[in-house]
């Protein structure tokens, strides 16, 4: 069974960075598609950033040029990670890892097609 555990969000100002952190575990294939959402109150989740088997990322519009996505590997484990500078408030909100084994990633704007998420961790940006 796959286990997402997210770490990193917290509150900074306007301007400031962050680095978001998911621990994939129980993986059977490294051809993961990993992404982060976010999800806004009263909002459902948008994509902000994925990264396909091969190492491909791709980015929402609204954080292109300030966030960065990548992996990383270990024995049984698959790390995601989400760099996240030039923080503006309407970042505000609570961010999930995805995770799905797919030869064609879902994408951004599809959260149906991952199979695996996270609990979540919130991210607060104030002006």
């Known amino acids: 069974q796959v286990q997402l555990v997210e770490s990193g969000g917290g509150s900074v100002q306007a301007g400031g960075s962050l680095r978001l952190s998911c621990e994939a575990s129980?993986?059977?294939?490294?051809?993961?598609?990993m992404a982060w959402f976010r999800q806004f109150p009263d909002k459902e989740r948008e994509g902000v950033a994925g990264?396909?088997?091969?190492?491909?990322?791709?980015?929402a519009d609204s954080v292109k040029g300030r966030f960065t996505i990548s992996v990383g590997y270990a024995p049984n484990r698959m790390y995601a990670y989400l760099e996240m500078t030039t923080l503006k408030p309407e970042d505000t909100g609570i961010y999930y890892c995805?995770?799905?084994?797919?030869?064609?990633?879902?994408?951004?704007?599809?959260?149906?097609?991952?199979?695996?998420w996270g609990q979540g961790t919130q991210v607060t940006v104030s002006s």
């Open positions: 995805a995770a799905t084994v797919a030869y064609d990633c879902p994408g951004l704007k599809f959260a149906g097609g991952y199979v695996d």
């Open positions: 990264i396909d088997g091969g190492g491909r990322p791709s980015y």
């Open positions: 129980g993986l059977t294939s490294r051809r993961y598609c």
